[in-house]
C-alpha cells in the first residue's frame, strides 16, 4: 500500500505533480487515508468553516453548513447553489455558445463544432464568476445532472460517521 504527504495530493489538486507520482497514485493499490487527507487539502483552499464532504470539480463542493448541518453544493467562495441533492447548475450563471460567432471565441474558424449539432453551455458561479463546468450537448439536450451520490453510503465505505442532515 502507498502513502502519500500532504503536498502531494495538494499537488495533484492543483495540477502540478510529476507525472510518475500520479501515475504511481493511479496504478498502485489506495491508501487507507486518502480520503480525509483529499479533504484536507481541499478545506485548506477554502475560507468558509463549512466542512466539505466531497468534490463536485474544480472550485465546487458538497459540504456541511457550519451554521445549519445542511448538506449543500458550493463553491470556493462560499456562495451556496442549494441542497445536493438537486442540480446546482440550475442556480448558476449559464452562457450558452450556440453560433459561429461565439465559437470563434475559443476556436479558430472551421475548428469548431457546428452548433446546429453541438453547443458549449458553460456554467459560473452567480457570486465569483468563476467557470466550475462546460457541458458540450446537442442544442435541445436538458441541463445534465452530473452525479448525485449517496452520501450515507459513501460514509459507511470510507469508515466515518455521516453528516446528521443526509
Ligand atoms: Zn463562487
Given amino acids: ?3 502519500y504527504t500532504k503536498k502531494q495530493v495538494h499537488d495533484l489538486v492543483e495540477g502540478t505533480l510529476d507525472w510518475d507520482s500520479v501515475h504511481k497514485m493511479l ?3 489506495k491508501d487507507e487515508g486518502r480520503y480525509e487527507l483529499y479533504m484536507e487539502v481541499l478545506q485548506d483552499a477554502v475560507t468558509y468553516d463549512d466542512k466539505i464532504l466531497l468534490a463536485v470539480g474544480p472550485h465546487l463542493n458538497i459540504v456541511e453548513s457550519a451554521t445549519d448541518g445542511e448538506i449543500v453544493v458550493q463553491c470556493d467562495c462560499g456562495h451556496s447553489f442549494g441542497d445536493y441533492r438537486e442540480n446546482w447548475k440550475l442556480s448558476a450563471n449559464i452562457y ?4 459561429a460567432e461565439k465559437m ?3 476556436y479558430p474558424r472551421l475548428m469548431s463544432p457546428d452548433t446546429a449539432w453541438q453547443n458549449y453551455r458553460e456554467y459560473s458561479c452567480p457570486s465569483c464568476g468563476t467557470m466550475l463546468d462546460i457541458e458540450a450537448p446537442t442544442p435541445w439536450y436538458p441541463v445534465m445532472h ?4 449517496d452520501l450515507k453510503t459513501f460514509f459507511e465505505w470510507v469508515g466515518q460517521p455521516a453528516p446528521a442532515k443526509i
Fill in 27 to 29: 496504478s498502485m493499490p
Fill in 96 to 99: 450558452v455558445r450556440d453560433t
Fill in 1 to 3: 500500500m502507498s502513502t
Fill in 146 to 149: 452530473d452525479f448525485q451520490p
Fill in 104 to 106: 470563434d471565441q475559443v
